[in-house]
């Protein structure tokens, strides 16, 4: 990865955090997209000191707000002469009260789907003029306890915070793969993962009886936050996955994803909708 920019959103903590030490280990220069800057500079120092590399980059990126996505992606294109990988990994989950953004959009779906789409439309310019370039959605099997309401997109206050998590994962597939056939042919690849249960902050916020389909889903078993981030990192560096597009993948191979998630109108519909609710402008980048 000598050479490489990457960005990683959420890359202060879990799998996030695992995979920005890997991939500097492997020489890339690591762009940090955080929320919270106290702790990704710790974190940075931590990296710099077990890697010895220094080209590690702390920015700025709340993705449950538009201006902050807005104000990072034209930095990003202002600063930026190239970026070879976009790992989308930052998610939140709440647990029974929902939150609204900023914008007026439920805030685990605006930080977990809107933002990520809208950030990928902000950078696809520089995504295309860097290829061969990756983008890496981790998403979760989790999707298969939810399904996505087109009438409800943004749903506020309509279902438990908790559930929403499942859905916005599901939203992530949709994206993921409507977004891989739109780049067909650009030489810009994407691909999209189950981590595995990881024991990461995500599910502290998750209450019983909440947690009950997670944990039949997981049966119980929980990841290591490295071993959590083998399939990110596969995907983003792997010369096997150079010319795959479009795949969902689970311990770093291809996996099979149910006959909703397959539904190609429907993704085509919620991307339309969701150019909508991220508030794209003519003005900004197509895809």
């Not at 490489?4 to 690591?30: P, Q, W």
């Not at 709340?62 to 202002?78: H, P, T």
Request: glycine fraction near 6%; hydrophobic fraction near 40%; charge should be positive.
């Amino acid at each position: 990865m000598e050479g490489k920019t990457v960005i990683i959103t959420g890359a202060n903590s879990g799998i996030g955090k695992e995979t920005a030490k890997d991939l500097a280990g492997r020489g890339a220069r690591i762009i940090m997209a955080c929320r919270n800057l106290e702790t990704a500079n710790a974190v940075k120092d931590e990296i710099v000191k077990e890697t010895n590399n220094n080209k590690i980059v702390v920015k700025k990126l709340d993705l449950g707000s538009q201006k902050s996505v807005r104000e990072f992606a034209a930095d990003i294109v202002k600063t930026e002469s190239k970026i070879d990988v976009l790992i989308h990994n930052a998610g939140m989950a709440l647990a029974f009260r929902g939150q609204t953004s900023e914008d007026g959009v439920e805030l685990t779906m605006a930080t977990n789907h809107y933002g990520p789409f809208l950030l990928t439309h902000l950078l696809i310019d520089l995504l295309k003029r860097s290829a061969p370039a990756r983008i890496v959605i981790v998403a979760s099997e989790l999707y298969r306890l939810s399904s996505v309401n087109l009438n409800k997109l943004n749903p506020v206050g309509s279902f438990p915070a908790a559930y929403l998590y499942y859905v916005s994962k599901f939203a992530n597939i949709y994206f993921a793969r409507e977004l891989a056939k739109r780049l067909e042919g650009t030489r810009v690849t994407v691909n999209f993962l189950h981590p595995g249960m990881i024991d990461s902050g995500i599910w502290r916020n998750v209450p019983f009886p909440l947690n009950l389909p997670m944990m039949a889903i997981t049966k119980g078993f929980f990841k290591t936050t490295k071993a959590g981030a083998q399939t990110t990192i596969y995907l983003a560096t792997s010369d096997e996955v150079a010319n795959v597009n479009g795949k969902y993948f689970m311990d770093c191979k291809e996996a099979t994803l149910n006959a909703a998630a397959l539904d190609e109108e429907k993704g085509r519909k919620i991307w339309e909708e969701s150019l909508k609710i991220a508030k794209i402008t003519p003005q900004d980048p197509k895809i």
